[in-house]
């Protein structure tokens, strides 16, 4: 029996979870008349065909590095690519895998005309892509020089009356309101707790400092429509005053580029965490007062004026102190046997207590036991009706067997080797300090006088944690989580302690590291 998988889409507002069902269901029956089995299906909602970023199809190129299957199944040719550049490169790189793409509602011969009908077939979807855009865009552009309403959520301010954009005045009054306390120096977050305290926020106007500097910054309350290929001043008319929006735009500007370091990269963000709250690292920095830049990692929760125990840590330092250990972890064969070892260790774990595989393999064996005992009774002259019903049985049980044990199969962990790993190892540390750090941390916890590093297993299977939670610390995870402790190193860091300029002390900081 071959093994297929179903890659299914739909790309518009105008298909629903019905069409995917329609085509999943067409793909079925096609398999069931050819003899297939579907292991399992790839779907991707409201996603273009016209290019190649769509996460559940990438997901199936990747897998299909490692699956065994035969077949990608889909309802016609166009669900899997509309354009034929990009369907060639992605067929190629199934062929080179040893599978096959099936169209189930185009009766496509396996023989030179086939891939004759097929290039027809994947021209014809990309003509109809190409010339659908084309009228879509040549719409909107006669929509946009009338004036009307070119889509997209109603701006708050805003009513849409014969498609076309009218003030509304109640509304309005709140827009100019912002803009002109923005405008006389009232805080954001201020004015989004006034409107929170009269019940105006809601979902077009949400109380966030985020949503409240997008309005301020937006031309569209001052009549003017960007757009990539013109810009239009006969769609929205104006609420706010060009005068009043130019002094709010030089105070966002001030602001933006007071305490804030520009073009400025932090190579922990995202990944460095408070070890007391658990509360994300976030980038500071300061001036001293002979007008040196000094830049930090704070904890997020100090600007809410908690009882954090964190203190503000050196950029520099911490970064240092991060790249240096992960050198010295991977380029010590020691440890990065170690490192390896217990990757593998985990997944294996994980691959025999989340599989059923081995115990569907055990069952067939007793299967296959059975039926040749009832075969070598029927040839002994041992024959009634139970007989051949039990042998019946035994083999309907022996093919469903076989087919669940071949979607286990397609479905199980690849365990890497140590070879695998030191290869993504080496792989790692030849990419900038960032990749690195992307590529081999899953979260770092910073303490004042310590750091723990947890290695990511980065492209490798992970556990599934279905287990009950034990007592969490701070960050959300529990010691079980950190994992084993591979190793430890020590730095030294110098914390300042005052303003003179020798106000340092030396701590000696101590560096886990856990897989």
Known sequence: ??????????????????????????????????????????????????????????????????????????????????????????????????????????????????????????????????????????????????????????????????????????????????????????????????????????????????????????????????????????????IVSKEIFDIVQKRINENKYGKHVVDIDYLLKTKAYCGFCGKPLVSYAGTSCNSTIYRYYKCRSIKKKTNCQFKAFRKEPLEKIVTDALIQLTTTEKNLNLLANKIIEKLQKASVDFSNLRILEKNLAQTNKAITNIVKAIEAGIFSDTTKQRLNDLEQQKKQLSEQILIEQANERVIPTIDDIKKYVTYALSKSPKQMIDLLISKILVYNDKIGLIVKYADFPTEPTNTPRKTQNPDGTNDSERGFLLTEFHYDYERRIGKSKDAFETIKIKVSIYA
């Open 1 to 238: 029996m071959k093994i297929a998988v179903v890659y299914a889409r739909y790309s518009s507002d105008r298909q629903t979870e019905q069409s995917i069902e329609g085509q999943l269901h067409v793909c079925q029956d096609y398999a069931k008349r050819n003899d297939i089995l579907i292991v399992k299906n790839y779907i991707d909602r409201a996603m273009t065909g016209t290019n190649d970023n769509r996460e559940a199809f990438q997901q199936m190129l990747k897998d299909s590095d490692k699956r065994p299957w035969d077949y990608v199944l889909v309802y016609k040719l166009d669900r899997f690519s509309r354009n034929k550049y990009e369907m060639a490169i992605h067929r190629k790189h199934l062929k080179d895998n040893g599978i096959k793409i099936l169209s189930a509602m185009e009766n496509i011969p396996d023989s030179p005309e086939g891939i004759l009908l097929e290039s027809l077939l994947e021209g014809m979807n990309q003509y109809y892509s190409e010339e659908l855009s084309q009228k879509t865009r040549r719409g909107l552009r006669e929509t946009r020089m009338k004036g009307l309403f070119p889509g997209g959520r109603i701006l708050f301010g805003y009513s849409i009356v014969d498609r076309k954009p009218t003030i509304n005045e109640d509304e309005a009054i709140i827009v100019r309101n912002i803009f002109n306390d923005y405008a006389n120096g009232k805080r954001l977050v201020d004015i989004g707790d006034e409107l929170f305290s009269h019940g105006i926020v809601n979902d077009r106007l949400p109380k966030s400092v985020n949503n409240l500097y997008y309005m301020l910054q937006n031309e569209r309350y001052i009549g003017i429509y960007h757009h990539p290929e013109k810009i239009y001043d006969n769609i929205f008319p104006p």
